[in-house]
C-alpha cells in the first residue's frame, strides 16, 4: 500500500544528482552559509557531491519515500542544480509553480523532463509560470524563499532580493496562501537568504530560528501563529541555524512521517528537541558535508510532491 497523501508531509519527492557539483560563485556575495574548500580539487568535490546525493536518494528509498531521481551532466553552467525545490514547487489539486530566479546560472536549472515526469505520473492539472518576471528583477526562489505551512495555508517569507514582495503576492493569491513576511539576520548582521534555512514546518512541530528575527512583535506573531496550529515550536539557536537545523524536510515513509535531516544539524540538536520531533516523526540523518559547501543543506536538495498520483484515481 502506497502512504497516504498528505497536506504537510509529501511521499515523493525529486532530486538532482550533479556530476558537475561547485559551490556558485553567482550566489556567494549573499548567501552567508555558503564555504569554499581549499582541501580538495574541483573533481574530488564533484564527486563526493555526486556521492552524498546517491547515498541520500537509497537511504530515503529504503523508508519507503518514492525519489525522482534526475542527474545533471551540464558542466559548468549549474552549479547549484542540486537544489530543485528552488525553481519549482507542487500543490495538492494538481498546480505546479515555476520560479524566478536571482543569480542567471540557477535560472538554466528548470527543465522540462522534471515537469513532464510530474505530468505523466501525477495528475497536474496546471502550470504556473513566474520566470517572465525575472526581467523586471522580481524574484521568487520557491520552496527556499518560503516556507509553506500547507495546513494552516501560509507561506513564512524571510525579505530578501530572493524573495520580491511583488512575486510572493502573486503566488499567494493564485495559490491561496495568506504571506507572513518578516526580516532575519545570522549573527554578524547578514541578512538570511532563504526561509528555508531559518523554519522546518512538520505536521505535529516546527522548528524556527526565532533569535535572527530582531523584531519581537514578528517574533510573537509567528510562534503563535504556529502553536495556534497545535504543533509543538521548537526554539533553534543561531548556533543551531549555522549548523543547518532549519533546513530539514518532513517526508511520509512506508511506517509513518520521517525528518529528512542532516548529520550535522541533527549533531546540534538537544536531547530535549530529540525527543519532541521524535513523538512524531522518526529522525533520518542524511551526510552532506559536500552539499553543505553551497550554503543548502537536506531540506534544499528535495523538491517534495504534493501531487495524487496518476494510479491512485
Same mark, same amino acid.
Given at each position: ?38 582541501? !580538495? ?31 545533471? @551532466? ?15 514547487? $507542487? ?67 524571510? @525579505? ?12 499567494? $493569491?493564485?495559490?491561496?496562501? %495568506? ?58 539557536? !543561531? ?20 525528518? !529528512? ?5 541533527? !549533531?546540534?540538536?538537544?536531547?530535549? @528537541?530529540? %525527543? ?13 558535508? $559536500? ?23
Amino acid at each position: 500500500m502506497r502512504p497516504l497523501l498528505l497536506p504537510q508531509t509529501p511521499s515523493s519527492v525529486v532530486m538532482v544528482r550533479p556530476h558537475f557539483f561547485a559551490p556558485n560563485p553567482q550566489t556567494a556575495s549573499d548567501n552567508a552559509f555558503q564555504r569554499s574548500s581549499s582541501c !580538495a580539487s574541483p573533481s574530488e568535490i564533484s564527486g563526493r557531491a555526486y556521492e552524498e546525493v546517491t547515498r541520500a536518494a537509497h537511504i530515503l528509498k529504503s523508508h519507503g519515500v518514492a525519489v525522482h531521481l534526475f542527474e545533471d @551532466q551540464i558542466q559548468d553552467r549549474t552549479p547549484d542544480s542540486v537544489f530543485p525545490n528552488n525553481w519549482f514547487s $507542487t500543490h495538492a489539486g494538481g498546480h505546479v509553480a515555476l520560479y524566478p530566479m536571482y543569480s542567471p546560472n540557477r535560472r538554466r536549472e528548470r527543465r522540462a523532463d522534471v515537469i513532464e515526469l510530474l505530468k505523466a505520473r501525477y495528475r497536474v492539472q496546471d502550470v504556473i509560470d513566474y520566470s517572465g518576471l525575472e526581467p523586471d528583477g522580481l524574484f521568487l526562489e520557491g520552496t527556499g524563499a518560503m516556507v509553506l505551512d500547507h495546513i494552516d495555508r501560509v507561506a513564512y517569507t524571510v @525579505q530578501s532580493n530572493r524573495a520580491n514582495p511583488i512575486a510572493l503576492e502573486r503566488f499567494a $493569491t493564485h495559490f491561496n496562501y %495568506e504571506p507572513m513576511s518578516f526580516e532575519a539576520f545570522d549573527e554578524k548582521g547578514n541578512a538570511v537568504y532563504h526561509t528555508n534555512v531559518l523554519m522546518c514546518i512538520g505536521t505535529a512541530f516546527a522548528m524556527v530560528g526565532f533569535e535572527l528575527i530582531p523584531d519581537a512583535v514578528r517574533r510573537t506573531e509567528i510562534k503563535t501563529r504556529l502553536q495556534n496550529t497545535g504543533r509543538n515550536v521548537i526554539d533553534l539557536s !543561531a548556533y543551531q541555524i549555522g549548523e543547518f537545523a532549519g533546513n530539514a524536510l518532513e517526508l511520509n515513509g512506508s511506517s509513518g512521517r520521517i525528518l !529528512a535531516i542532516s548529520s550535522r544539524a541533527l !549533531a546540534s540538536l538537544s536531547s530535549e @528537541q530529540v %525527543e519532541v520531533i521524535e513523538k512524531s516523526a522518526t529522525i533520518i540523518p542524511l551526510q552532506v558535508p $559536500t552539499i553543505e559547501l553551497a550554503g543548502g543543506s537536506v531540506r534544499c536538495m528535495l523538491a517534495g510532491i504534493h501531487l495524487c498520483r496518476r494510479d491512485e484515481i
